[in-house]
């Protein structure tokens, strides 16, 4: 049975976001929060997979129901999930090596829960699984800790076993043939017809950074590869293909750390290449692409100067690309048929919050503007951002907060033609506005951020979606 189906697991999944006294959502560990995942064959965890993370959490078993288990705390959100394929007749081992009492807890692909504490030795976990009907599919796994607190840990996954090839027949011995020139082999250089280890990720997600273990190093030279304004050594497989969405907003980053030489080779959504040998960190490369280039597939291969061989790291980041409100338009009143900076997200990736960077003020007095709704404070004509969302029936209500360091105000109109303004409901003259009619938030919702007493200042909105 897969999770899709498991109604055992999606009652339990009920008990994952429980409502504090103070209107706080507390979320449970549930695979319903995952977000991006890694894909591998059986053949490809042959060889072992290694993840950095940080282990811990502020959710405890023994109050979400899964106290039976075992004893932990975990994050709500898996800290890694897994989409496993061709896994008959293989073991998968899922281990954790760190310097503090870690515990393990894994939602295999049935949508049963497993958890261990101290498998590995060193107060470390280990979870070996063998039924098929676990491993094919998608797995979830948080890395917590026993008694809280946390430390730097990395997850192991290996697979073991596996179908025994058939002998290979020798051929009897053929006469030896005259020797024939042999041509000069073609450049093997990196082909985006490979695919590497997979994430499939959105451009909110790598806010928080995501750091993963890298093989560093390749075998074949790259400086003659066409496209490529680079050298060195790379692999002809990708190290990680990423399949990227809702990045016109945002600039990535990819960094490698490394004890030896590394180089960073990057290909765009668009198709073209990337090159860095030597970043600002020293030997230690690092591409920045930004806007829509990076949406679609994205691969990359981590490879090294001189061919030698090590394991790094390599951490996938974004960053808010600053849009500034742009001048006032004639007649300046807020106006829906212009759209603000266009951002693409859904309610699932609001639930952990995201912040926009704008510059609150316009020069149009809203209280002149007929609008269908009670307010004042000067706005711009344009939307400051321009949010085009999905998925929000699933929540209770969005909330739009605003910060800076002047009186700013907040007026907001949903997908379905309504009107929201707000002025000091957040403290210290900022704004907020609850919305809870959230089937009307699916489609296109515009946020202005004016100033009550004219004037600009830089100011950010921060987005999130609850339960309650």
Same mark, same amino acid.
């Given at each position: 049975?897969?999770?899709?189906?498991?109604?055992?697991?999606?009652?339990?999944?009920?008990?994952?976001?429980?409502?504090?006294?103070?209107?706080?959502?507390?979320?449970?560990?549930?695979?319903?929060?995952?977000?991006?995942?890694?894909?591998?064959?059986?053949?490809?965890?042959?060889?072992?997979?290694?993840?950095?993370?940080?282990?811990?959490?502020?959710?405890?078993?023994?109050?979400?129901?899964?106290?039976?288990?075992?004893?932990?705390?975990?994050?709500?959100?898996?800290?890694?999930?897994?989409?496993?394929?061709?896994?008959?007749?293989?073991?998968?081992?899922?281990?954790?090596?760190?310097?503090?009492?870690?515990?393990?807890?894994?939602?295999?692909?049935?949508?049963?829960?497993?958890?261990?504490?101290?498998?590995?030795?060193?107060?470390?976990?280990?979870?070996?699984?063998?039924?098929?009907?676990?491993?094919?599919?998608?797995?979830?796994?948080?890395?917590?800790?026993?008694?809280?607190?946390?430390?730097?840990?990395?997850?192991?996954?290996?697979?073991?076993?596996?179908?025994?090839?058939?002998?290979?027949?020798?051929?009897?011995?053929?006469?030896?043939?005259?020797?024939?020139?042999?041509?000069?082999?073609?450049?093997?250089?990196?082909?985006?017809?490979?695919?590497?280890?997979?994430?499939?990720?959105?451009?909110?997600?790598?806010?928080?950074?995501?750091?993963?273990?890298?093989?560093?190093?390749?075998?074949?030279?790259?400086?003659?590869?066409?496209?490529?304004?680079?050298?060195?050594?790379?692999?002809?497989?990708?190290?990680?293909?990423?399949?990227?969405?809702?990045?016109?907003?945002?600039?990535?980053?990819?960094?490698?750390?490394?004890?030896?030489?590394?180089?960073?080779?990057?290909?765009?959504?668009?198709?073209?290449?990337?090159?860095?040998?030597?970043?600002?960190?020293?030997?230690?490369?690092?591409?920045?692409?930004?806007?829509?280039?990076? =949406? *679609? #597939? %994205?691969?990359?291969? &981590?490879?090294?100067? +001189? @061919?030698?061989? !090590?394991?790094?790291? $390599?951490?996938?980041? /974004?960053?808010?690309?600053?849009?500034?409100?742009?001048?006032?338009?004639?007649?300046?009143?807020?106006?829906?048929?212009?759209?603000?900076?266009?951002?693409?997200?859904?309610?699932?990736?609001?639930?952990?919050?995201?912040?926009?960077?704008?510059?609150?003020?316009?020069?149009?007095?809203?209280?002149?503007?007929?609008?269908?709704?009670?307010?004042?404070?000067?706005?711009?004509?344009?939307?400051?951002?321009?949010?085009?969302?999905?998925?929000?029936?699933?929540?209770?209500?969005?909330?739009?907060?605003?910060?800076?360091?002047?009186?700013?105000?907040?007026?907001?109109?949903?997908?379905?033609?309504?009107?929201?303004?707000?002025?000091?409901?957040?403290?210290?003259?900022?704004?907020?506005?609850?919305?809870?009619?959230?089937?009307?938030? =699916? *489609? #296109? %919702?515009?946020?202005? &951020?004016?100033?009550? +007493? @004219?004037?600009? !200042?830089?100011?950010? $909105?921060?987005?999130? /979606?609850?339960?309650?």
């Amino acid at each position: 049975m897969t999770k899709e189906f498991n109604t055992r697991l999606f009652a339990a999944s009920l008990l994952g976001t429980i409502a504090l006294g103070g209107g706080a959502a507390v979320a449970c560990p549930s695979y319903q929060l995952a977000q991006g995942a890694v894909s591998y064959s059986g053949d490809q965890l042959m060889a072992p997979q290694s993840f950095v993370t940080q282990a811990g959490g502020d959710q405890s078993l023994d109050q979400c129901g899964l106290g039976v288990l075992g004893y932990g705390q975990f994050r709500s959100a898996p800290d890694f999930t897994f989409n496993l394929m061709q896994m008959g007749g293989r073991e998968v081992e899922f281990s954790v090596n760190s310097g503090c009492d870690t515990a393990l807890l894994i939602n295999t692909a049935d949508g049963e829960w497993h958890f261990n504490d101290d498998g590995n030795g060193n107060l470390d976990p280990l979870l070996r699984m063998s039924n098929l009907s676990q491993l094919e599919g998608q797995v979830d796994v948080w890395v917590g800790t026993f008694a809280g607190g946390g430390c730097q840990a990395t997850l192991n996954v290996q697979a073991f076993g596996g179908a025994m090839p058939m002998p290979v027949p020798v051929p009897a011995p053929a006469p030896v043939p005259m020797p024939v020139p042999v041509p000069v082999p073609a450049a093997i250089c990196p082909n985006p017809s490979m695919v590497g280890p997979s994430l499939t990720l959105a451009g909110s997600q790598l806010l928080s950074p995501q750091a993963f273990v890298a093989q560093v190093g390749g075998q074949h030279s790259v400086d003659n590869c066409p496209g490529i304004d680079g050298w060195g050594y790379a692999n002809e497989a990708p190290s990680f293909t990423l399949y990227m969405s809702q990045m016109d907003a945002f600039q990535f980053s990819a960094e490698v750390n490394s004890d030896c030489d590394p180089t960073l080779i990057l290909r765009d959504g668009f198709g073209q290449y990337h090159f860095n040998d030597d970043g600002p960190n020293g030997l230690q490369p690092r591409i920045e692409v930004g806007g829509a280039s990076m =949406n *679609g #597939r %994205v691969d990359i291969w &981590v490879g090294s100067f +001189g @061919g030698s061989a !090590c394991q790094g790291t $390599i951490t996938f980041a /974004t960053q808010q690309a600053f849009v500034p409100t742009p001048p006032p338009v004639a007649g300046g009143c807020p106006n829906p048929g212009l759209q603000g900076a266009p951002i693409y997200t859904t309610g699932s990736e609001l639930y952990s919050p995201d912040t926009y960077s704008v510059m609150a003020g316009g020069a149009q007095d809203l209280s002149v503007c007929g609008l269908p709704v009670s307010g004042w404070g000067n706005f711009s004509a344009q939307p400051s951002y321009s949010f085009f969302l999905s998925g929000m029936q699933d929540y209770g209500r969005l909330e739009i907060q605003g910060t800076s360091s002047c009186d700013t105000v907040l007026l907001v109109r949903t997908a379905d033609g309504s009107w929201y303004f707000d002025d000091d409901s957040n403290g210290n003259l900022n704004p907020m506005i609850n919305l809870t009619n959230s089937f009307a938030l =699916n *489609g #296109r %919702v515009d946020v202005w &951020v004016g100033t009550y +007493g @004219g004037g600009t !200042c830089p100011a950010s $909105i921060e987005l999130e /979606t609850w339960y309650n």
